[in-house]
C-alpha cells in the first residue's frame, strides 16, 4: 500500500485540490487598515445589529458561508462538510452560525491555527475522496 505520509508531519496529496471561492467578512478595525480594499464586506459596528459578541460572530460565520458558495456557484447541498472553528465555548459561533445549513460540521479549535487546521483536514478529505467539496472557516471576534 502506497503511504501519502512523507515523514512524522508531513503529507504528499495525490490529487490536490483547489480553491473555488473565498470571502472574508472584517469588522471596523480591520476595515481601516491597509487591507481594507481585499474584504468583501466590512462591518461598521463590531454588534453587526446583534445584542451579544456571540450573535455577531455566529452572524460572521453564517454571512461568510453564505458568500463562499454565492461567490463559488455552489448551494449548500454541494457541500459535503464544514471545518470550522473559532475561539468561543467549545466553537460555539461556527456551531451556530452554520447549525442551519444541514451541511455536516467538524468542529475544530487551533486558535490561531484553525484555517490551517481546517485547511489540511478538508484538503485531506478531498485527496482521499470522501469528499469533493469542502468548505472551512475561521472567525475571531475580538470582543467575544
Known amino acids: 500500500m502506497a503511504t501519502k505520509s512523507n515523514g512524522n508531519q508531513t503529507i504528499k496529496l495525490q490529487n490536490p485540490p483547489s480553491i473555488v471561492s473565498t470571502a472574508c467578512i472584517?469588522?471596523?478595525k480591520e476595515g481601516k487598515g491597509p487591507l481594507r480594499l481585499y474584504f468583501d464586506a466590512i462591518i461598521?459596528?463590531?454588534?453587526?445589529?446583534?445584542?451579544?459578541?456571540?450573535?455577531?460572530?455566529s452572524k460572521l460565520v453564517r454571512e461568510?458561508?453564505?458568500?463562499?458558495?454565492?461567490?463559488?456557484?455552489?448551494?449548500?447541498?454541494?457541500?459535503?462538510?464544514?471545518?470550522?472553528?473559532?475561539?468561543?465555548n467549545q466553537c460555539i459561533a461556527?456551531?451556530?452560525?452554520?447549525?442551519?445549513?444541514?451541511?455536516?460540521?467538524?468542529?475544530?479549535?487551533?486558535?490561531?491555527?484553525?484555517?490551517?487546521?481546517?485547511?489540511?483536514?478538508?484538503?485531506?478529505?478531498?485527496?482521499g475522496e470522501f469528499a469533493d467539496n469542502v468548505v472551512c472557516l475561521t472567525s475571531s471576534h475580538f470582543c467575544s
Open 64 to 88: 461568510t458561508f453564505a458568500r463562499i458558495l454565492n461567490k463559488g456557484s455552489k448551494t449548500n447541498q454541494d457541500i459535503n462538510y464544514v471545518i470550522a472553528g473559532d475561539l468561543l
Open 94 to 127: 461556527a456551531n451556530f452560525g452554520l447549525r442551519e445549513s444541514e451541511v455536516p460540521f467538524l468542529g475544530v479549535y487551533g486558535a490561531c491555527s484553525t484555517m490551517a487546521e481546517s485547511m489540511s483536514l478538508g484538503a485531506m478529505l478531498i485527496d
Open 26 to 28: 472584517v469588522g471596523p
Open 44 to 57: 461598521e459596528d463590531e454588534l453587526w445589529g446583534e445584542k451579544t459578541w456571540e450573535k455577531a460572530e
